[in-house]
């Protein structure tokens, strides 16, 4: 059961979720201060009350007493959640303290003022109802009388028990390269992670797990402590580690303050995105477990969404697209058992290249002639939904959209509007612009039988100007994510059977705030199948395989040509190609009308073992059994919830050292239930595979999906 408790007389408070807790409460001065994070203990009376730190020369209490919503006015000059200032300049920062708490369902929330700038704050903590797992937001409200100016309002700041050092696991990448999983010890003074790009970007994402540094005590995959959260937010972001003396780690995730500032008149409100934080004791996994059901669960739109095989022609037709020519390959895809098929870029008024199209989002009258309706009914006669992709935030400067409205785009007057992929970015935080879209891809929606769209977003942001806006105009990271979100959001509430991809260039917008909008994910546009298991396991720290967009695509891949300028030595067979792509959402991109009726036939096999399969793949708990940058064999399960079944993914990628096959220890399984792997002739117990392993027989190059069975 979670729980929220407030220790009688005092003003201390427990939640609790799963098999851990996080506390606080007020010291005696009136400041909110973090009092515990960790395993749940079994007594009320056992945490921590909250209390003012002791005295030390040059760190006087008020200094060196950590804060729930830290603000570094009462002198510490450690780093803040909230920063700010009246508009004169006269009061800068904030000094918060307790006014009252409301409890609610689940959580608490905590009010804090700062009577003299007439701030004020609220905490909102909720316990959720997946292991280990809590929400924290803040708001911020002008109850004064004048104008207040924000200059930074993160969304929690997280201190850690003091064990001395941690580790940050944090995520790492850039385009055709997203999810890197890398992990480096918290030293002393900051070390941040961010995002400038207007969305989560490539690089990074809002995400942090911290475990303990020193050598016997660190968290593996499936055993140790692990304390970890995630911000529900599309744009910039900032995290930062801080580790200050006396030794102490504080972890601080929001909204990135670079460039930001929010005009905070009487009266208004500041709603800081949401974070969702945890502990667990049971390693990495469990953490990963712990955000695959919370997605599934509590964010997704669809609770139990299972992906439909898809197949997109953007591999295979390019920009060059005609209804006769897509038809072929919708045939040739339904053959094979696809569900969905996809025209991708290419389908739109002037869209022959990529410096022209965007923002006329009509067919292109010379490419479908007849509209894409007769198309889609195509599509659908051959038993599969019809999808599109869009990229309702940009334009082209040769558009109609660009060319009747060039101030509509995020520019600063006077400067050179720097292009890349020869587009601009649209300023979605224009309520102008948001209800044309809306009603722009509304009408696309009714007018055409479309099933899925893929919402693509293809640049960095330039000269973020909006001229006109008559607020401060570094509002614009925040409203053009509120603006994306208001159309997304509304466009689904409308249709609420299509279907909705997210892409950004591959993975450059993937967060949990994403994950609430969209059904799946394409997470990179590397469909490199060595590549993609690196990919695949850094994503799957957060997110679940029922999200995780996958194409099997025609070797040579695309991204290493791209990135490269040449072709990957290495070649990965069809059936290799499958066995990585069917670990998530299953789609085929390769130039069907050049596949030999082998490849089609093995494809058939695959796509139909695949279905037999995936309920198991999307809706299981994932477990890591060994990762793909070590050793010679890689593998991961997913195992039903109920452990009646499980699906065993095992790798041998391309290895420079002759190296045996290594033995798997099956993590998930019921450890007194017994199970056969496929293709093995011995049963043993969930415990015995999870003790004694399996030695997957593979050659270079090979891999392999396997049915595990109880008996
Ligand atoms: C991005 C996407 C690709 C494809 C192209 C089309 O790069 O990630 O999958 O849709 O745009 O231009």
């Given at each position: 059961?979670?729980?929220i408790?407030t220790?009688?007389?005092?003003l201390n408070w ?10 606080f409460g007020v010291?005696?001065?009136g400041l909110l201060v ?16 909250a ?17 729930e919503v ?26 918060l303290r307790y006014v009252s708490a409301e409890p609610h369902?689940?959580g608490v929330t905590v009010v804090l003022h ?6 004020e704050v609220r905490v909102r903590y ?10 924290r937001?803040i ?573």
């Open positions: 059961m979670n729980k408790t220790i009688a007389g005092q427990v939640i609790e979720a799963g098999s851990a807790a996080y506390a010291e005696p001065g973090p009092t515990y994070w960790g395993p749940r203990l079994p007594r009320r009376e056992d945490y921590p009350s209390a003012r730190a002791g005295f030390a020369v040059f760190e006087d209490p008020v200094h060196n007493t950590p804060q830290p603000t570094g006015s009462s002198g510490d000059s450690n780093e803040r959640t909230l920063d700010g200032h009246s508009a004169d300049m006269n009061l800068r920062g904030f000094v369902a689940g700062d009577e003299v700038q007439g701030v909720e316990a959720l109802e997946y292991h280990g797992l809590f929400a937001t708001s911020v409200r002008n109850f004064g009388e004048r104008l207040v100016k924000l200059t930074r309002v993160f969304s929690g700041a997280f201190q850690l028990p003091d064990l001395g050092g941690f580790a940050l696991t944090h995520i790492d990448g850039r385009w055709a390269d997203e999810f890197g999983r890398v992990r480096r010890p918290v030293e002393f003074g900051t070390f941040s992670r961010e995002s400038r790009r207007l969305t989560t970007s490539h690089r990074s994402m809002p995400f942090f797990a911290l475990d303990r540094e020193a050598p016997g005590y660190a968290a593996s995959e499936t055993s140790g402590e692990v304390w970890f959260g995630a911000l529900q937010w599309s744009g910039n972001w900032k995290l930062i580690t801080e580790r200050t003396r006396p030794d102490r780690t504080v972890v601080h995730l929001g909204v990135n303050d670079h460039d930001f500032a929010w005009d905070l008149p009487p009266g208004e409100v500041f709603e800081a995105p949401r974070i969702v934080f945890g502990y667990t004791d049971a390693g990495f996994g469990a953490m990963s477990r712990a955000f695959h059901d919370y997605i599934r669960d509590d964010l997704a739109p669809r609770r139990d969404y299972i992906p439909p095989v898809l197949y997109n022609s953007w591999m295979a037709t390019s920009f060059d697209v005609n209804e006769a020519q897509q038809v072929v390959l919708a045939e040739k895809a339904a053959g094979l058992g696809a569900e969905l098929f996809v025209v991708d870029d290419g389908w739109f008024a002037g869209r022959n290249h990529d410096s022209a199209g965007l923002g006329d989002w009509y067919p292109d009258p010379t490419k479908f002639p007849r509209g894409l309706g007769s198309l889609a009914s195509r599509v659908h006669g051959l038993g599969m939904k019809f999808g599109l992709w869009l990229e309702p935030e940009m334009v082209n400067p040769d558009s109609e959209l660009y060319r009747s409205h060039p101030d509509w785009i995020i520019h600063f007057p006077g400067r050179e509007r720097t292009l890349s992929r020869n587009q601009a970015i649209v300023n979605f935080a224009r309520e102008d612009v948001q209800d044309h879209m809306l009603l722009t891809i509304d009408r696309l929606l009714t007018d055409t039988p479309i099933d899925f769209i893929k919402w693509d977003m293809n640049r960095n942001v330039s000269e973020p100007g909006w001229p006109g806006h008559e607020r401060d105009q570094r509002e614009l990271w925040v409203r053009y994510v509120r603006g994306v979100y208001r159309v997304w959001g509304e466009l689904r509430r409308r249709h609420p059977d299509v279907i909705w991809e997210n892409c950004s260039g591959g993975g450059g917008r993937v967060d949990l705030r994403m994950m609430a909008l969209s059904d799946q994910t394409w997470i990179s546009d590397n469909t490199n199948a060595a590549s993609r298991l690196l990919i695949q396991d850094g994503y799957s720290l957060v997110f679940p395989a029922s999200t995780m967009g996958a194409w099997v695509a025609d070797d040579p891949f695309p991204a290493d040509i791209a990135a490269t300028g040449s072709e990957n030595p290495v070649h990965y067979s069809l059936d290799f190609r499958f066995q990585v792509s069917m670990a998530g959402a299953l789609g085929i991109a390769g130039d069907l009308a050049q596949w030999s009726e082998a490849e089609c036939s093995a494809a058939t096999q695959h796509i139909a073992r695949y279905k037999s399969l995936r309920h198991v793949i999307t809706r299981g708990d994932l477990y890591r059994l060994a990762p793909p940058t070590h050793g010679s064999i890689s593998g991961f399960i997913y195992v039903a919830k109920d452990k009646s079944e499980a699906v065993l993914f095992v790798h041998r990628g391309f290895r420079e050292r002759a190296t045996d096959n290594e033995t798997l220890r099956i993590d998930g399984l019921e450890p007194s239930a017994v199970y056969t792997i496929e293709g093995q002739d011995v049963a043993m117990s969930g415990r015995a595979w999870a003790r004694i392993g399996y030695q997957p027989v593979l050659k270079n190059l090979e891999g392999a999906v396997l049915h595990v069975q109880r008996r």
